[in-house]
C-alpha cells in the first residue's frame, strides 16, 4: 500500500548530513576498522558512561561478545526475560549455555520479584539479561541488588534503549556490559550495527579479539608488519567505516529523536485516554526514576475495546496503518518448545500481554496528519460492534 503509515520511518531521521560523511569514507581508502570506529566507539562509550565501546556488525554479536568475554560456554545457565526479541535467547545457546526463562512484570519488563526464587532455586545461574525492551528500562535498583547480592553477573540487552536512564544513570552503564542495536529501526540508526559497552578491560580485550577472527592484530596494526597470530577462535563482527560514520551522526541527533518520541508519547497518551478500552503500556508522565525512549509504542487492547488484538491489527491494517505485535513469548515459539522444559501456560504475566498488546506507529517528526489519522482510526474501531 504507497500511501501506509508504517510502524517506524528510519529516513524522518537520516538526512543529507550523512552524505558528506560516507563520502569521506570513500574517499580515504579505509573502509572498516578505522579512526571513524575508533571516534564511534569513545564517543558511544562515554555517552554511555562505560570505560569502552567495542563497535560490531549488530546487537546479536554485541550479546555473545558480552556473554563469551563474562566466561558463559557449555554448562553456564542464563537468565532471559520470556519477553523479548529471540537474539537474547538465541546467543545464550550459540555459546552452548542453557537459557532459563523469566516472567515480566505487568510493564513488560523482567521483574525482580519473579527473578529472586529463580536465583534461590539455581545456584548455577551464572548471568541474568534484563532487557530494557521498547525503550522503558528494567527497575534496575531491585535486579542490580538481587545480582550484587548472589555474585550473578549482568549484561544489560539495551538494543531497543539507547538513552533511556533511571535515576539520570543510562542503561548499558548498570551492569558487566551493555548491548545496543543499531538496526534500520532502532532509536538511531548505522543500517545495522551493534555496540558493546563496558569499563571491565578483560570483557573489551576479548571482544576485540574474538570480533577479528581470534587475530593479534587489527587491520592498522597489520599495516606496519604482515606478521601476526591467530591466538583463539573468533569470527568476523567487525563494523564498517561508513557505518561508523553514519552513527557519529546520528549520535549528533539523538537528543532531538528522543524529545520527539517522549512528546509523541504524551499526545499518544491524551488522546488514548479518551477511548475505552485501550491502554498504554508505559505512561510518559509518570514513573520519573525509569526514563523511557519510546522506541515502540505499546498500547493494550482491553475488553471494553470492541475489537481483540487481532481485529484491531487488521482494521488499521486495512485503513493503510501498520501495527506489530512485540514479542511472542519465547517459550511459545516452536524451537524453543521443541527443546525446553516450558509449556504454554508457565509464564502468565508474559502470556497474557501478548494476548493483548499492539504496538502502534511511533517514529520521530511524525506530521499532524499521520497522527490524526491513526487517532481516528482507533476512534472509528472503537464505535464498531
Ligand atoms: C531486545 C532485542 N535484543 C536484541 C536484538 C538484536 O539486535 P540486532 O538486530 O542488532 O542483532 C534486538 C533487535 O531487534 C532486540 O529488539
Not at 520479584?113 to 532455586?121: G, H, N, R, V, Y
Not at 543510562?170 to 551493534?194: H, L, R, W
Not at 561508523?244 to 499526545?267: H, N, V
Not at 509504542?297 to 482491553?302: F, S, T
Request: proline share 4%; net charge negative; with cysteine.
Amino acid at each position: 500500500m504507497p500511501n501506509m503509515i508504517p510502524l517506524y520511518k528510519p529516513q524522518n531521521t537520516i538526512g543529507a548530513e550523512v552524505l558528506d560523511a560516507i563520502r569521506e569514507v570513500l574517499e580515504s581508502g579505509w573502509l572498516t576498522m578505522g579512526p571513524k570506529t575508533l571516534k564511534f566507539e569513545e564517543a558511544f562509550a562515554d555517552y554511555i558512561e562505560c570505560k569502552y565501546g567495542v563497535a560490531t556488525d549488530s546487537c546479536t554479536s554485541a550479546l555473545y561478545l558480552a556473554l563469551d568475554g563474562l566466561g558463559i560456554k557449555a554448562g553456564s545457565t542464563v537468565v532471559v526475560p520470556v519477553n523479548t526479541f529471540v537474539a537474547t535467547a538465541n546467543v545464550v545457546r550459540w555459546l552452548g549455555a542453557e537459557v532459563l526463562f523469566c516472567d515480566v512484570g505487568v510493564d513488560g519488563e523482567l521483574d525482580a520479584a519473579k527473578l529472586e526464587p529463580l536465583l534461590e532455586e539455581n545456584d548455577n545461574i551464572k548471568c541474568v539479561i534484563p532487557v530494557h525492551l521498547y525503550g522503558f528500562p528494567c527497575d534496575m535498583k531491585e535486579i542490580s541488588q538481587l545480582l550484587k547480592k548472589k555474585g550473578v553477573k549482568m549484561v544489560e540487552d539495551c538494543a531497543q534503549s539507547v538513552g533511556a536512564m533511571v535515576n539520570d544513570k543510562k542503561v548499558g552503564s548498570f551492569g558487566d556490559a551493555g548491548c545496543f542495536s543499531f538496526y534500520a529501526t532502532k532509536n538511531i540508526t548505522t543500517g545495522e550495527g551493534g555496540m558493546l559497552v563496558t569499563s571491565s578491560e578483560e570483557v573489551k580485550d576479548r571482544a576485540l579479539l574474538v570480533r577479528n577472527h581470534g587475530q593479534n592484530k587489527t587491520p592498522k596494526e597489520k599495516f606496519t608488519h604482515w606478521r601476526y597470530d591467530v591466538t583463539d577462535l573468533g569470527f568476523n563482527f567487525r563494523m564498517s567505516e561508513i557505518e561508523a560514520a553514519i552513527g557519529l551522526k546520528q549520535m549528533e541527533k539523538l537528543e532531538l529523536i528522543t524529545d520527539s518520541r517522549k512528546e509523541i508519547a504524551k499526545r499518544y497518551k491524551e488522546e488514548l485516554e479518551k477511548i475505552d478500552g485501550l491502554k498504554m503500556l508505559h505512561d510518559p508522565e509518570t514513573n520519573n526514576d525509569r526514563q523511557g525512549v519510546f522506541h515502540l509504542l505499546e498500547v493494550k487492547v482491553e475488553e471494553q475495546y470492541p475489537l481483540k488484538r487481532d481485529a484491531l491489527y487488521d482494521f488499521l491494517k486495512n485503513k493503510g496503518i501498520a501495527t506489530g505485535v512485540h514479542y511472542p513469548p519465547l517459550h511459545m515459539f516452536s524451537y524453543y518448545e521443541k527443546t525446553t522444559k516450558y509449556r504454554k501456560g508457565d509464564f502468565p504475566q508474559a502470556e497474557s500481554l501478548y494476548a493483548k498488546i499492539l504496538s502502534l506507529p511511533m517514529f520521530p517528526f511524525m506530521t499532524e496528519l499521520e497522527f490524526e489519522t491513526i487517532i481516528n482510526a482507533l476512534k472509528e474501531g472503537a464505535q464498531t460492534r
